[in-house]
Protein backbone atom coordinates (compact mmCIF):
# COMPACT_ATOMS: atom_id res chain seq x y z
CA UNK A 1 0.00 0.00 0.00
CA UNK A 2 2.48 2.43 0.77
CA UNK A 3 4.51 1.31 -2.43
CA UNK A 4 1.31 2.39 -4.40
CA UNK A 5 1.31 5.60 -2.33
CA UNK A 6 4.89 6.22 -3.02
CA UNK A 7 4.70 5.40 -6.79
CA UNK A 8 1.28 7.54 -7.55
CA UNK A 9 3.54 10.48 -5.86
CA UNK A 10 6.10 9.84 -8.10
CA UNK A 11 3.82 10.15 -11.24
CA UNK A 12 1.66 13.33 -10.42
CA UNK A 13 5.04 14.74 -9.35
CA UNK A 14 6.54 14.51 -13.50
CA UNK A 15 3.22 15.30 -14.17
CA UNK A 16 3.51 18.09 -12.58
CA UNK A 17 6.50 19.06 -13.69
CA UNK A 18 5.81 18.60 -17.56
CA UNK A 19 2.84 20.38 -17.55
CA UNK A 20 4.35 23.49 -15.79
CA UNK A 21 7.43 23.51 -18.33
CA UNK A 22 4.45 23.21 -20.93
CA UNK A 23 2.89 26.59 -19.52
CA UNK A 24 5.91 28.37 -21.20
CA UNK A 25 5.88 27.46 -24.43
CA UNK A 26 5.84 30.72 -26.74
CA UNK A 27 2.17 31.97 -27.93
CA UNK A 28 0.93 33.29 -31.20
CA UNK A 29 1.84 36.25 -30.32
CA UNK A 30 5.34 35.58 -29.18
CA UNK A 31 5.44 34.53 -32.91
CA UNK A 32 4.37 37.11 -34.24
CA UNK A 33 6.77 39.46 -32.60
CA UNK A 34 9.44 37.14 -33.54
CA UNK A 35 8.79 37.74 -37.19
CA UNK A 36 8.69 41.14 -37.21
CA UNK A 37 11.76 41.48 -36.03
CA UNK A 38 14.81 42.40 -38.61
CA UNK A 39 17.20 41.07 -37.45
CA UNK A 40 18.78 37.46 -35.76
CA UNK A 41 20.10 39.40 -32.92
CA UNK A 42 16.55 41.47 -32.28
CA UNK A 43 14.92 38.11 -32.24
CA UNK A 44 17.34 36.98 -29.90
CA UNK A 45 16.74 39.99 -27.57
CA UNK A 46 12.84 39.38 -28.02
CA UNK A 47 13.35 35.91 -26.51
CA UNK A 48 15.70 36.94 -23.72
CA UNK A 49 13.61 39.67 -22.43
CA UNK A 50 9.84 37.94 -22.76
CA UNK A 51 10.37 34.62 -22.78
CA UNK A 52 11.43 31.44 -21.14
CA UNK A 53 14.66 31.19 -23.69
CA UNK A 54 15.94 33.76 -21.72
CA UNK A 55 18.34 32.71 -18.74
CA UNK A 56 20.09 30.99 -22.14
CA UNK A 57 20.51 33.94 -23.97
CA UNK A 58 21.74 35.93 -21.60
CA UNK A 59 24.61 33.05 -20.49
CA UNK A 60 26.31 34.33 -23.58
CA UNK A 61 26.67 37.80 -22.96
CA UNK A 62 28.43 39.69 -25.73
CA UNK A 63 28.12 37.57 -28.00
CA UNK A 64 27.45 38.40 -31.77
CA UNK A 65 24.29 36.28 -32.81
CA UNK A 66 23.96 34.82 -36.34
CA UNK A 67 21.09 31.87 -37.27
CA UNK A 68 24.08 28.82 -36.49
CA UNK A 69 24.56 30.56 -33.19
CA UNK A 70 21.16 30.69 -32.36
CA UNK A 71 20.27 27.93 -33.41
CA UNK A 72 23.27 26.01 -31.64
CA UNK A 73 21.07 28.17 -28.28
CA UNK A 74 18.10 26.43 -28.77
CA UNK A 75 19.15 23.15 -29.18
CA UNK A 76 21.07 23.71 -25.59
CA UNK A 77 18.04 25.03 -24.24
CA UNK A 78 16.00 22.30 -25.02
CA UNK A 79 18.22 19.51 -24.36
CA UNK A 80 18.62 21.56 -20.38
CA UNK A 81 14.62 20.82 -20.24
CA UNK A 82 14.38 17.49 -21.34
CA UNK A 83 18.00 16.70 -19.28
CA UNK A 84 15.37 17.96 -16.33
CA UNK A 85 12.92 16.06 -17.07
CA UNK A 86 15.05 13.20 -17.49
CA UNK A 87 16.69 13.40 -14.38
CA UNK A 88 13.34 13.95 -12.59
CA UNK A 89 11.98 10.73 -14.01
CA UNK A 90 15.13 8.51 -13.65
CA UNK A 91 15.19 9.59 -9.89
CA UNK A 92 11.49 8.63 -9.33
CA UNK A 93 12.29 5.36 -10.99
CA UNK A 94 11.18 5.62 -14.15
CA UNK A 95 12.70 4.02 -17.66
CA UNK A 96 11.85 6.80 -20.15
CA UNK A 97 14.67 8.54 -19.86
CA UNK A 98 16.64 5.77 -21.24
CA UNK A 99 14.95 5.81 -24.52
CA UNK A 100 15.28 10.11 -24.74
CA UNK A 101 19.08 9.71 -24.19
CA UNK A 102 19.28 7.03 -27.02
CA UNK A 103 17.11 9.90 -29.16
CA UNK A 104 19.73 12.25 -28.49
CA UNK A 105 22.87 10.58 -29.06
CA UNK A 106 21.36 9.39 -32.14
CA UNK A 107 20.60 13.04 -33.24
CA UNK A 108 24.15 13.93 -31.78
CA UNK A 109 26.01 11.20 -33.96
CA UNK A 110 23.86 12.15 -37.20
CA UNK A 111 24.77 15.86 -36.95
CA UNK A 112 28.65 14.43 -36.62
CA UNK A 113 28.12 12.10 -39.34
CA UNK A 114 26.45 15.50 -41.43
CA UNK A 115 29.60 17.40 -41.04
CA UNK A 116 32.24 15.18 -41.98
CA UNK A 117 33.99 16.73 -44.87
CA UNK A 118 33.99 19.60 -42.85
CA UNK A 119 35.16 21.69 -39.40
CA UNK A 120 31.94 23.75 -38.97
CA UNK A 121 30.97 20.86 -36.30
CA UNK A 122 31.72 22.93 -33.68
CA UNK A 123 29.38 25.61 -34.51
CA UNK A 124 26.28 23.59 -34.64
CA UNK A 125 27.66 21.11 -31.90
CA UNK A 126 25.13 20.45 -29.21
CA UNK A 127 26.35 21.61 -25.72
CA UNK A 128 25.16 18.38 -23.70
CA UNK A 129 23.55 19.02 -20.37
CA UNK A 130 25.36 17.39 -17.26
CA UNK A 131 22.59 14.81 -17.32
CA UNK A 132 23.59 13.60 -20.78
CA UNK A 133 27.42 13.92 -20.49
CA UNK A 134 26.59 11.79 -17.69
CA UNK A 135 24.61 8.65 -18.88
CA UNK A 136 25.94 8.54 -22.37
CA UNK A 137 28.41 6.33 -23.54
CA UNK A 138 29.56 8.37 -26.20
CA UNK A 139 32.95 10.60 -27.08
CA UNK A 140 32.00 13.62 -28.27
CA UNK A 141 34.97 15.15 -29.25
CA UNK A 142 36.01 11.68 -31.22
CA UNK A 143 32.77 12.10 -33.22
CA UNK A 144 33.05 15.84 -34.06
CA UNK A 145 36.62 15.19 -35.20
CA UNK A 146 35.71 12.30 -37.24
CA UNK A 147 36.39 13.62 -41.22
CA UNK A 148 35.17 10.09 -43.11
CA UNK A 149 32.65 7.36 -42.69
CA UNK A 150 35.96 4.75 -41.08
CA UNK A 151 36.39 7.51 -38.76
CA UNK A 152 33.42 7.91 -37.38
CA UNK A 153 33.20 4.03 -37.26
CA UNK A 154 36.48 4.24 -34.95
CA UNK A 155 34.90 7.30 -32.45
CA UNK A 156 31.84 4.69 -31.54
CA UNK A 157 33.92 1.28 -31.11
CA UNK A 158 33.05 -0.10 -27.85
CA UNK A 159 29.38 1.40 -27.93
CA UNK A 160 26.14 -0.12 -28.57
CA UNK A 161 26.30 1.77 -31.84
CA UNK A 162 29.55 0.65 -33.41
CA UNK A 163 27.80 -2.25 -35.12
CA UNK A 164 24.90 -0.33 -36.44
CA UNK A 165 26.78 2.17 -38.17
CA UNK A 166 30.05 -0.33 -39.38
CA UNK A 167 26.98 -1.94 -41.05
CA UNK A 168 25.36 1.28 -42.54
CA UNK A 169 28.61 2.33 -43.47
CA UNK A 170 29.85 -0.57 -44.81
CA UNK A 171 27.36 -1.70 -46.76
CA UNK A 172 27.51 1.98 -48.90
CA UNK A 173 29.21 2.73 -52.15
CA UNK A 174 28.85 6.25 -51.39
CA UNK A 175 28.31 7.38 -47.71
CA UNK A 176 24.84 8.72 -47.31
CA UNK A 177 23.55 10.53 -43.93
CA UNK A 178 20.09 9.12 -44.99
CA UNK A 179 20.62 6.17 -45.14
CA UNK A 180 22.44 5.74 -42.13
CA UNK A 181 19.45 8.08 -39.97
CA UNK A 182 16.74 5.17 -41.40
CA UNK A 183 19.19 2.72 -39.71
CA UNK A 184 19.49 4.27 -36.40
CA UNK A 185 15.81 5.16 -36.22
CA UNK A 186 14.60 1.96 -36.88
CA UNK A 187 16.58 0.65 -34.09
CA UNK A 188 15.68 3.36 -31.92
CA UNK A 189 11.86 2.44 -32.43
CA UNK A 190 12.37 -1.08 -31.75
CA UNK A 191 14.72 -0.82 -28.99
CA UNK A 192 12.28 1.96 -27.26
CA UNK A 193 9.19 0.29 -28.08
CA UNK A 194 11.11 -3.23 -26.33
CA UNK A 195 11.64 -0.96 -23.22
CA UNK A 196 8.24 0.23 -23.06
CA UNK A 197 6.62 -3.61 -23.36
CA UNK A 198 9.12 -5.06 -20.31
CA UNK A 199 8.59 -1.73 -17.88
CA UNK A 200 4.57 -1.36 -18.44
CA UNK A 201 1.81 -3.02 -17.76
CA UNK A 202 -0.82 -3.59 -20.49
CA UNK A 203 -3.39 -0.71 -19.22
CA UNK A 204 -0.38 1.71 -19.67
CA UNK A 205 1.62 -0.05 -22.79
CA UNK A 206 -0.41 1.07 -25.53
CA UNK A 207 -0.70 4.78 -24.96
CA UNK A 208 3.06 5.08 -24.04
CA UNK A 209 3.61 2.95 -27.55
CA UNK A 210 1.41 5.34 -29.72
CA UNK A 211 3.73 8.15 -28.58
CA UNK A 212 6.99 5.90 -30.44
CA UNK A 213 4.26 4.70 -33.25
CA UNK A 214 3.69 8.38 -34.26
CA UNK A 215 7.59 9.98 -35.04
CA UNK A 216 8.02 6.19 -36.44
CA UNK A 217 4.95 7.08 -38.82
CA UNK A 218 5.70 10.45 -39.50
CA UNK A 219 9.27 9.37 -40.80
CA UNK A 220 7.59 6.69 -42.94
CA UNK A 221 4.98 8.53 -44.17
CA UNK A 222 7.43 11.56 -45.31
CA UNK A 223 9.80 9.41 -46.55
CA UNK A 224 7.64 7.30 -48.94
CA UNK A 225 5.77 10.77 -50.03
CA UNK A 226 8.74 12.26 -50.92
CA UNK A 227 9.84 8.76 -53.48
CA UNK A 228 6.42 9.25 -55.08
CA UNK A 229 6.22 12.53 -55.34
CA UNK A 230 9.80 13.84 -56.59
CA UNK A 231 11.20 10.14 -57.82
CA UNK A 232 8.66 8.66 -58.57
CA UNK A 233 10.03 5.27 -56.79
CA UNK A 234 7.45 2.18 -56.92
CA UNK A 235 8.90 0.44 -53.83
CA UNK A 236 11.76 0.45 -51.60
CA UNK A 237 14.34 3.01 -50.17
CA UNK A 238 12.08 4.71 -47.85
CA UNK A 239 12.05 4.76 -44.33
CA UNK A 240 10.10 1.94 -42.65
CA UNK A 241 9.33 0.55 -39.39
CA UNK A 242 8.21 -2.17 -37.53
CA UNK A 243 6.74 -0.03 -34.76
CA UNK A 244 3.69 1.61 -36.57
CA UNK A 245 0.07 2.47 -35.34
CA UNK A 246 -1.30 1.40 -38.96
CA UNK A 247 -2.77 -1.69 -39.66
CA UNK A 248 -0.92 -4.38 -41.62
CA UNK A 249 -3.39 -3.61 -44.31
CA UNK A 250 -2.13 0.12 -44.44
CA UNK A 251 1.60 -1.00 -43.62
CA UNK A 252 1.34 -3.24 -46.43
CA UNK A 253 -0.40 -0.23 -48.82
CA UNK A 254 2.11 2.96 -48.32
CA UNK A 255 4.68 0.20 -48.74
CA UNK A 256 3.54 -0.35 -52.58
CA UNK A 257 1.29 2.48 -53.20
CA UNK A 258 1.65 3.93 -56.87
CA UNK A 259 1.68 7.32 -55.84
CA UNK A 260 1.83 10.54 -53.43
CA UNK A 261 -1.65 11.18 -53.91
CA UNK A 262 -1.97 6.93 -53.16
CA UNK A 263 0.04 7.94 -49.94
CA UNK A 264 -2.01 11.48 -48.51
CA UNK A 265 -5.36 8.45 -49.23
CA UNK A 266 -4.04 6.11 -46.89
CA UNK A 267 -2.99 8.38 -44.37
CA UNK A 268 -6.63 10.34 -44.55
CA UNK A 269 -8.12 7.15 -43.95
CA UNK A 270 -6.14 5.78 -40.56
CA UNK A 271 -6.42 6.47 -37.12
CA UNK A 272 -3.90 9.73 -37.87
CA UNK A 273 -6.69 11.24 -40.37
CA UNK A 274 -8.21 12.94 -37.97
CA UNK A 275 -5.62 14.96 -37.06
CA UNK A 276 -3.95 15.74 -40.19
CA UNK A 277 -4.74 19.00 -41.86
CA UNK A 278 -6.69 18.90 -45.69
CA UNK A 279 -5.08 22.62 -46.36
CA UNK A 280 -2.17 22.76 -48.69
CA UNK A 281 1.06 22.58 -47.13
CA UNK A 282 3.97 21.01 -47.93
CA UNK A 283 4.43 16.84 -46.39
CA UNK A 284 6.48 17.99 -43.90
CA UNK A 285 3.88 21.53 -42.76
CA UNK A 286 1.23 18.69 -42.55
CA UNK A 287 2.95 15.81 -40.71
CA UNK A 288 4.01 18.33 -38.07
CA UNK A 289 0.70 19.84 -37.74
CA UNK A 290 -0.32 16.15 -36.93
CA UNK A 291 1.95 15.71 -34.49
CA UNK A 292 1.76 18.46 -32.52
CA UNK A 293 -1.94 17.90 -32.27
CA UNK A 294 -1.82 14.87 -31.39
CA UNK A 295 0.77 16.26 -28.55
CA UNK A 296 -1.70 18.80 -27.60
CA UNK A 297 -4.57 16.45 -26.89
CA UNK A 298 -2.11 14.49 -24.91
CA UNK A 299 -1.05 17.20 -22.59
CA UNK A 300 -4.55 18.11 -21.91
CA UNK A 301 -5.98 14.71 -21.39
CA UNK A 302 -3.82 12.07 -20.73
CA UNK A 303 -3.47 11.05 -17.30
CA UNK A 304 -0.23 8.72 -18.00
CA UNK A 305 2.68 11.18 -16.87
CA UNK A 306 5.19 9.59 -19.25
CA UNK A 307 2.75 10.08 -22.28
CA UNK A 308 2.82 13.82 -21.13
CA UNK A 309 6.20 14.34 -20.62
CA UNK A 310 6.94 12.35 -24.05
CA UNK A 311 4.49 15.61 -25.72
CA UNK A 312 5.45 18.61 -24.02
CA UNK A 313 9.36 17.15 -25.17
CA UNK A 314 7.30 17.06 -28.94
CA UNK A 315 5.57 20.27 -28.94
CA UNK A 316 9.26 22.24 -27.54
CA UNK A 317 10.87 20.35 -30.69
CA UNK A 318 8.19 22.00 -32.87
CA UNK A 319 9.14 25.40 -31.14
CA UNK A 320 12.66 25.09 -31.78
CA UNK A 321 11.79 24.29 -35.49
CA UNK A 322 9.64 27.33 -35.72
CA UNK A 323 12.07 30.00 -33.73
CA UNK A 324 14.72 28.10 -36.22
CA UNK A 325 12.56 29.00 -39.46
CA UNK A 326 11.89 32.44 -38.23
CA UNK A 327 15.80 33.24 -38.16
CA UNK A 328 16.20 31.90 -41.47
CA UNK A 329 13.18 34.01 -42.79
CA UNK A 330 14.99 37.32 -41.45
CA UNK A 331 18.23 36.01 -43.16
CA UNK A 332 17.09 36.18 -45.74
CA UNK A 333 14.62 39.62 -45.16
CA UNK A 334 11.34 37.84 -45.98
CA UNK A 335 8.30 39.82 -44.90
CA UNK A 336 6.63 38.52 -41.66
CA UNK A 337 3.56 37.28 -43.27
CA UNK A 338 5.43 35.05 -45.05
CA UNK A 339 7.74 33.63 -42.61
CA UNK A 340 4.92 32.64 -40.29
CA UNK A 341 2.90 30.83 -43.23
CA UNK A 342 5.88 28.38 -43.03
CA UNK A 343 5.43 28.26 -38.86
CA UNK A 344 3.49 25.00 -37.58
CA UNK A 345 0.96 26.43 -34.57
Known amino acids: ?11 NAVLAKARAMYADILTREDYMRLAACRTVGEAANYLKTHTAYGETIASLQNV ?3 RARLEATLKRYMLTRVGSLCSFEKALGQPIHRILLYKYEIDYILLCADHL ?4 VGVYSIELPAFFKKHSELDPLALERARKPADLVAALQGTYYAPIVEKAVNGQTDFSVQVLENTLYADFYARGAEIIRKNFSKKEREE ?9 DVKMIESVYR ?14 TSVTAFTEAQHN ?9 AVLEILQGSCYGRYFPSEGMA ?3 KTQAMELRVHEKNIRFSTRPEVVMLSY ?3 LENEIRNITHIAEGIRYALPAEEITAYLVL
Do not use: V, W
Request: neutral net charge; proline residues 2%; contains cysteine.
Open 117 to 120: DSDS
Open 313 to 315: IGI
Open 227 to 240: LKRYFRQSNGGFFD
Open 64 to 66: KFH
Open 253 to 261: ALRTAQSAD
Open 208 to 216: LLDCFRLPA
Open 283 to 285: IEQ
Open 1 to 11: MLQQTISSLSQ
